[in-house]
């Protein structure tokens, strides 16, 4: 019996020791409540706070700060450790023990760390647990009391801005006025005030109530419809029409509009489907991104970084103190080669015909100017662009947003150049031999069976000099033939055909042929610049340079911090050459026949090639389109060597209509 009480004693003792040690110590605790902070689990985060803390914060209002916080200073990298070796656990006070805990987290803003102390009570509850936290706003930060919030705010780094070779901004950053509508002060006369508001921006109504209508808008909503142009400083005529407002905001201005449209390209906020994509590289909803040209190519260098500023307001709305703040960082500047008054006078006499041009210095290769036209101005899709405006550039079959600098074109006769190089390297051209041709067609033999080559001028007796001026098709091919397909494509490649050119923009390489040239009728065609061969603009400009520098042909370059004259291919061929060529385009220009004498000027010596592209196919192609070509250059200061191209000249006089724009182009450097 004595054993049997003995063994119920033992019995009760260890359950009692049991349930004992089933207890939950505090440190476990506070350890649940900071393992569930660090993985913002924020819901089981609340279900660790004590029965007066759940009175004093729901659960929806805890749950919804701690995100709303951590996601407006965009928390990563969160650290929380406890801290509850003997050194710092304090003493315990009745039913009540408090720790210190560490965190640490990556924001927005830099980096947040501190140290702060948590306090546990013991309560009574039917689960195993009995120590839960005594929450307050410090808990979060420290100096966060009751009734103040925190603010998070985006300091907007300047975006990099690009100039011209004299430092004229390109693509800058200026001050203008956005103009917009104050839904509940538009007063009585709504549909009045819309419809002189209307006129006054150049948009429809419809696009006014679009806006008004946006889902985040309020009654007294600030709702911006439109930037005005950083010249229009009158606002008066737009104050006098009910709840229209204005704000001075910085935005995205480009000066010279749509002559360098297609060189700077232009920004527009980040879309949702980009977002999705660039939110790892710091992008934000509402941030800029550029769209095309060179504010697309150079986005990571323009852009900058963004800084942050984290802080705590009083419940008055005042500043009280900075949790973190990063300065924002601006983006670079770049510095173009690019001459913005001549990209304006080029562009100015193409006057809104389809075409191109490429200017370069001879002597150094950087490039002076790069045109597309038509074009657009960028600055509509910075100040709004209207449904209308977007309708008429989009339907236009001259297609104003196709960047014309970067495609490849037959360049017709201003590549006999070319030919002519390649022939007197292979020993075939004699600058003195004279051919005789009869007659306007010019046939090889039978074998060609109805195919032809023609020439404009019916002169019996050519060389080398009549052949340029009279831009004779007939020689060329003769020449041509003469040679063969293997040394003509061989020399004529070396002057950079098949080869990317080193500039910021992507341009498809000139070729000579598709898949090799397969018959004496192209290599006939290929010798004037038709048949399979397509070169850019700013390619063909290059290709003159050997005449101006010895026989060097250069690299072109567009930054001017990281650009300088290189030599792409040197010695191409010999000084002797260059000279003869030069002399003989000289006269193309100066002699009363040549077919680019419009382009004479006098007290300047231009030397110059026009060329009429045909764009059909085949000879009896009726409905076949021409593109006017010139290409010339100073010979005396070496200053400008200009390609220009318009297309659908056919009606117009061929290259005849290109030659005198190019000409007033070289007048206004007099």
């Known amino acids: 019996m004595k054993r049997f009480w003995i063994g119920i004693i033992m019995v009760v003792f260890l359950v009692v020791i049991a349930g004992c040690s089933d207890k939950e110590k505090p440190e476990d605790a506070l350890k649940a409540y900071l393992a569930n902070w660090e993985d913002m689990n924020f819901e089981k985060m609340y279900q660790n706070l004590s029965q007066q803390s759940k009175k004093e914060i729901r659960k929806k209002e805890f749950v919804e700060r701690y995100n709303d916080i951590y996601k407006g200073i965009e928390a990563k990298n969160l650290q929380i450790d406890g801290i509850v070796d003997s050194k710092n656990e304090e003493e315990t006070k009745g039913d009540s023990v408090t720790f210190k805990y560490h965190v640490k987290m990556e924001t927005v803003a830099g980096p947040i760390e501190f140290t702060y102390h948590a306090t546990l009570v013991k309560e009574k509850n039917e689960s195993d647990r009995n120590w839960f936290v005594e929450w307050k706003p410090a808990l979060i930060f420290p100096s966060l009391e009751k009734g103040e919030k925190v603010a998070v705010e985006t300091l907007e780094a300047a975006r990099g801005e690009i100039s011209d070779r004299n430092g004229s901004g390109l693509a800058i950053n200026a001050k203008a006025n956005v103009i917009g509508i104050v839904p509940e002060k538009l007063g009585d006369e709504t549909a009045d005030s819309k419809e002189k508001l209307s006129d006054l921006l150049g948009i429809t109504t419809d696009e006014i109530n679009q806006k008004l209508n946006a889902s985040w808008v309020k009654p007294n909503s600030f709702v911006p419809l439109a930037t005005l142009p950083p010249d229009e400083e009158n606002l008066q005529p737009y104050f006098e029409i009910p709840g229209v407002a204005a704000q001075g905001k910085i935005v995205r201005t480009y000066p010279f509009g749509a002559s360098t449209a297609h060189l700077t390209g232009y920004v527009r ?279 101006v520098n010895e026989g060097d042909l250069l690299s072109p370059y567009l930054l001017k911090d990281e650009g300088e004259r290189t030599v792409w291919k040197e010695n191409l061929i010999e000084p002797k050459t260059a000279e003869l060529i030069k002399g003989d385009l000289i006269q193309v220009v100066e002699d009363p026949n040549g077919t680019a004498h419009g382009a004479y000027i006098p007290g300047m010596t231009i030397a110059g090639k026009s060329g009429t592209a045909e764009i059909k196919k085949n000879k009896d192609d009726k409905k076949g389109t021409e593109n006017g070509w010139f290409i010339g250059f100073d010979t005396e200061d070496n200053e400008l060597l200009l390609a220009m191209m318009i297309e659908d000249v056919k009606e117009l006089g061929g290259s005849g209509y290109v030659v005198p724009k190019a000409r007033d182009v070289f007048k206004s450097l007099q």
């Open 269 to 547: 906020e980040v879309t949702a489907e980009q977002l999705a994509e660039l939110q790892e590289k710091g992008y934000a909803a509402g941030d800029i991104i550029g769209k095309t040209g060179l504010e697309k190519i150079f986005e990571e260098k323009l852009r900058g970084k963004n800084g942050g500023h984290i802080y705590i307001k009083k419940s008055d709305g005042s500043f009280k103190e900075t949790l973190a703040k990063a300065d924002p960082v601006s983006g670079e500047d770049i510095q173009l080669t690019i001459d913005a008054n001549l990209q304006q006078e080029i562009y100015d006499q193409l006057k809104g015909d389809a075409g191109t041009a490429a200017a370069i210095d001879p002597k150094t290769g950087a490039v002076l100017s790069l045109i597309s036209s038509p074009s657009y101005d960028p600055n509509a899709f910075i100040r709004g662009l209207s449904d209308e405006q977007w309708k008429e550039w989009s339907d236009n079959p001259e297609e104003p947003f196709l960047n014309r600098f970067t495609n490849r074109y037959a360049p017709g006769s201003v590549f006999k150049t070319i030919t002519a190089a390649v022939g007197l390297k292979s020993g075939v051209t004699d600058p003195e031999k004279v051919r005789h041709i009869e007659g306007l067609r010019w046939t090889k033999d039978k074998s060609w069976g109805d195919y032809y080559v023609t020439r404009v001028h019916d002169k019996t007796s050519v060389n080398l000099r009549d052949a340029f001026v009279y831009s004779d098709n007939i020689y060329f091919a003769q020449e041509a033939l003469e040679m063969g397909k293997d040394t003509f494509l061989t020399e004529a490649k070396a002057f950079g055909f098949e080869e990317e050119l080193p500039i910021p923009f992507s341009i498809e390489p000139s070729k000579l042929s598709n898949d090799g040239i397969n018959s004496e009728a192209q290599l006939a065609d290929s010798a004037y610049g038709q048949g399979e061969v397509m070169m850019s603009a700013l390619h063909l400009a290059l290709a003159y340079t050997p005449f």
